[in-house]
């Protein structure tokens, strides 16, 4: 059975820091990502990663405060979230695919919720 769960998120401050986890188990992924989706708004695409972590893009909303790397002897990707801003506010979900070009996902986490709030 394949499964993504995520951890990591929370409550804070905006300029603050949080870092995302998201664990995988029962397949490999060529491609890992990272989307989100705010109260109202439709799910958009955060960040993705290769295997390996050759290769990664961002969306240009997250670009140069968010990182995403991932561990691949623990089947694990990981969202470094700096510069937290309010707008981020959403439900992090995390997501699996077999293909990076194509950035395709067909595995979903459950999600989980990052508020930036003062």
């Known amino acids: 059975q394949v499964r993504l769960v995520e951890s990591g998120g929370g409550l804070v401050q905006p300029g603050g820091s949080l870092r995302l986890s998201c664990a995988a188990s029962g397949r490999t992924f060529r491609i890992m990502g990272w989307f989100r989706q705010a109260p109202g708004k439709e799910r958009e695409s955060v960040a993705g990663i290769s295997r390996f972590g050759i290769e990664t893009y961002y969306s240009d909303s997250v670009k140069g405060r968010f990182i995403i790397s991932r561990d691949d002897a623990k089947n694990t990707v990981y969202l470094q979230m700096n510069d937290l801003k309010p707008e981020d506010t959403a439900v992090y979900y995390c997501?699996?695919?077999?293909?990076?070009?194509?950035?395709?996902?067909?595995?979903w986490g459950q999600g989980t919720q990052v508020t930036v709030s003062s």
């Open positions: 997501a699996g695919g077999g293909t990076y070009s194509t950035r395709e996902y067909d595995s």
